[in-house]
């Protein structure tokens, strides 16, 4: 599948912002992400790494050898690196689990990854859609998979598990009335106080 201009920007959106309940498509793929300590904070995690990859997306020139990573935060950009030692431990133990995860892959480097988000590029076979809490350990991570259930996903992987998680499972088709039904949830709870 290749992105096209306008929806990157829409994808870029999504990642900085949640989609309003009503914007879904009819189908989304969940992964379920378990995490060590506050589930908020590993949900901005991961945007925090998404989110430069996909602006990257509509404003770079992927003809270039290597694209800029001024805007990738710190710990990405150590762990996808040749010297990963330097990266937080949270990072460091998500790379241990992704090889796991994946049965012996190598870690990415960040180049290689930056470039799956090249619009052109097909393997990625996903767009960002959300992520949020949904318990004081556990998130839920929504992307459009164009109701696809095997898809190009490594590269999500790799952001899923060195931002912090310590289990990742799916992905899993699902109607979006379902992540509507816990968008509109979340959003109740916010509300009441009793949120994240």
């Given at each position: 599948?290749?992105?096209?201009?306008?929806?990157?920007?829409?994808?870029?959106?999504?990642?900085?912002?949640?989609?309003?309940?009503?914007?879904?498509?009819p189908?989304?793929?969940?992964?379920?992400i378990?995490?060590?300590?506050?589930?908020?904070?590993?949900a901005?995690?991961?945007?925090?790494a998404?989110?430069?990859?996909?602006?990257?997306?509509?404003?770079?020139?992927f003809?270039?050898?290597?694209?800029?990573?001024?805007?990738?935060?710190?710990?990405f950009?150590?762990?996808?690196?040749?010297?990963?030692?330097?990266?937080?431990?949270?990072?460091?133990?998500?790379?241990?689990?992704?090889?796991?995860?994946?049965?012996?892959?190598?870690?990415?480097?960040?180049?290689?990854?930056?470039?799956?988000f090249?619009?052109?590029?097909?393997?990625?076979?996903?767009?960002w859609?959300?992520?949020?809490?949904?318990?004081?350990?556990?998130?839920?991570?929504?992307?459009?998979?164009?109701?696809?259930?095997?898809?190009?996903?490594?590269?999500?992987l790799?952001?899923?598990?060195?931002?912090?998680?310590?289990?990742?499972?799916g992905?899993?088709?699902?109607?979006?009335?379902?992540?509507?039904?816990?968008?509109?949830?979340?959003?109740?709870?916010?509300?009441?106080?009793?949120?994240?």
């Open positions: 599948m290749t992105h096209t201009v306008d929806s990157l920007a829409a994808e870029l959106q999504r990642v900085r912002d949640r989609p309003g309940a009503d914007a879904a498509p189908v989304l793929s969940l992964f379920v378990d995490v060590h300590g506050d589930a908020a904070e590993y901005r995690r991961l945007r925090s998404i989110s430069p990859a996909v602006r990257l997306g509509s404003t770079a020139d003809e270039q050898e290597s694209l800029p990573v001024d805007d990738v935060p710190d710990w950009a150590a762990v996808s690196s040749q010297d990963p030692e330097q990266a937080p431990r949270f990072a460091r133990a998500g790379c241990e689990r992704y090889a796991e995860h994946t049965g012996g892959s190598r870690p990415w480097d960040l180049q290689d990854w930056l470039y799956r090249d619009p052109d590029e097909d393997s990625r076979g996903w767009e859609w959300d992520a949020a809490p949904v318990g004081p350990s556990r998130v839920h991570m929504w992307v459009d998979s164009w109701g696809e259930s095997l898809f190009g996903c490594q590269d999500l790799w952001a899923a598990y060195v931002a912090g998680a310590v289990r990742v499972d992905p899993a088709v699902r109607k979006s009335a379902v992540w509507s039904a816990e968008r509109n949830a979340q959003g109740l709870s916010r509300s009441a106080g009793t949120g994240w």
